[in-house]
Nanobody, 113 residues
């Protein structure tokens, strides 16, 4: 069955960077569009970035120019490079196979001085 395991979160100061990683299994990864979502305390979950099977990307307006989504089909992994982090980026981050109802455990990102 589909499994997604996120990692790479942590506590950083404003302006610093983090790279999240998501290991996928249980399906033919290269064929599917993937996305990163986040959920901050008391807020709705929102999609941060998505990447198609052939590498086209799109981003939430508030992260454009700071975040980069990428994938390695040989390793069945999707990544989220996050630069110039802001306190408002604090959330639990999840990766997801688009149009498939499964969520991993997420990884906590906290941006604070």
């Amino acid at each position: 069955q589909v499994q997604l395991v996120e990692s790479g979160g942590g506590l950083v100061q404003p302006g610093e960077s983090l790279t999240l990683s998501c290991a996928a299994s249980g399906f033919t990864f290269r064929n599917y569009e993937m996305a990163w979502y986040r959920q901050a305390p008391g807020k709705e979950r929102e999609r941060v970035a998505r990447i198609t099977s052939v590498g086209y990307t799109s981003y939430l307006d508030s992260v454009k120019g700071r975040f980069t989504i990428s994938r390695d089909n040989a390793k069945n992994r999707v990544y989220l490079q996050m630069n110039s982090l802001k306190p408002e980026d604090t959330a639990v981050y999840y990766c997801k196979r688009v149009l498939y109802d499964y969520w991993g455990q997420g990884t906590q990102v906290t941006v604070s001085s």
